[in-house]
C-alpha cells in the first residue's frame, strides 16, 4: 500500500508559478506509474500529467502542455507537479495518484489505486 501526501498549493496571482510536491510512503514507490488531477468546484477531476516508473515519460493534458512540468525522484518517493504561467482557470484542488498498473493509458482516474488528500491552488486574475 501506498499513502501519498501532497504539499506546495497557495494562492497566486495569474502568471506566477507553483510547485507541488507529492510525498510517497513505502518502499516500492519505482514500481507505480504517477499521475496529477485536479478538480474544480462543480466539475469533473480531470487528468492533469503523467508519468512513467522510471521518469522516462510524460504525458500532459493540452490545457497545460507547455506551462507544467511533472517529474519524479525515486530515490526521495517523491514525484512534482511544476506549474508555470498559471492562470485563473487553473484553480482547483490538485490530487497525486500512484497506478500499478500497466495500461496504456494515464488519462482515467479510475485505474489509479491510491489518492493523496489533495492541495488547493488559487490563481488570482
Known amino acids: 500500500q501506498v499513502q501519498l501526501v501532497e504539499s506546495g498549493g497557495g494562492l497566486v496571482q495569474a502568471g506566477d508559478s507553483l510547485r507541488l510536491s507529492c510525498a510517497a510512503s513505502?518502499?516500492?514507490?519505482?514500481?507505480?506509474?504517477m499521475g496529477w488531477f485536479r478538480q474544480a468546484p462543480g466539475k469533473e477531476r480531470e487528468f492533469v500529467a503523467g508519468?512513467?516508473?522510471?521518469?522516462?515519460?510524460?504525458y500532459y493534458a493540452d490545457s497545460v502542455k507547455g506551462r507544467f512540468t511533472i517529474s519524479r525522484d525515486n530515490a526521495k518517493n517523491t514525484v512534482y507537479l511544476q506549474m508555470n504561467s498559471l492562470k485563473p482557470e487553473d484553480t482547483a484542488e490538485y490530487y497525486c495518484?500512484?497506478?500499478?498498473?500497466?495500461?496504456?493509458?494515464?488519462?482515467?482516474?479510475?485505474?489509479?489505486?491510491?489518492w493523496g488528500q489533495g492541495t488547493q491552488v488559487t490563481v488570482s486574475s
Open positions: 508519468i512513467s516508473r522510471s521518469g522516462g515519460s510524460t
Open positions: 495518484a500512484a497506478d500499478s498498473g500497466y495500461s496504456a493509458s494515464y488519462f482515467y482516474s479510475y485505474k489509479y489505486d491510491y
Open positions: 513505502g518502499r516500492t514507490f519505482s514500481s507505480y506509474r
